[in-house]
């Protein structure tokens, strides 16, 4: 069964996540929404909408927590579903805006943030919780979630694993545009019609453009391994084993810093 519905209303294609329960980044739901991305840039489409379903409690739950390794192995690594995802996102030619409503957590956000524009409903959230699983983000995606979020937000985002409200991410410019429930479908496909109207070559150029503008900032390779290094030992300590078994018992995990 799908678990993405793809609607393309004349120059418009939106996909909705439809995954039962709260939307999980699974490996299924990745690559249908990586060929529903696929299908609308052949196809043209000037703009792309990513959504769930209206009147969804959650967004998304970040990625699926059983597909994680338990043997040690980093999850994250260049060749992750997520990662080639947002990747996906950010080559694709025409603008994507992310619709929120209702809760986004985990690896869901850099997805959001991987958006070019994010237009939310007023009581939606976004919660950064790997620290709660004891899972280390990746430092393509802390720079990826860098690129849109104030320093200060993004470290209490990650440190806390906390839900940050709509109006506080509007404020700090995550958030493009937060609005009441009732009218976010109507306010996002008249952005998107604002969209349509401009010169699409135009935009697939600022779109490339923007983005080799943000990632300009250099890194050196002895700074990279040493970060990758630091990754490694979390991934073979008690810690990381102790987060998984805890989201998947449904406790609160015991970290004890080894």
Known sequence: MAVVITEVNGSIGTITLDRPKVNALSSELIEEIIAALTMMKEQNLRVVILRAKKGVKVFSAGHEISE???????????????????RTVQLHPCPVIAMIEGTVWGGACELVMSCDLIVAADDSTLAITPAKLGVPYNLSGILNMMKVADMPVIKEMLFTARPISARRLMESGVFNHVVPREHLEGFTHE????????????????????????????????????????????????????????????????FHGR
Not at 68 to 86: A, S
Not at 216 to 232: C, G
């Open 68 to 86: 994680l390794p338990t043997n040690g192995r980093d999850p994250l690594t260049y060749n992750d579903p997520l990662r080639h995802l947002v």
């Open 191 to 254: 952005l998107a019609m604002q969209i349509v109207e401009t010169s699409p070559l135009v935009l697939r150029i600022l779109k490339e453009e923007l983005r080799v503008l943000a990632s300009a900032h250099p890194i050196t390779p002895e700074a990279y391994e040493r970060i990758q290094s630091l990754r490694r030992e979390v991934y073979d300590s008690e810690d990381y084993q102790e987060g998984i078994h805890a989201f998947i018992e449904k406790r609160r995990p015991e």
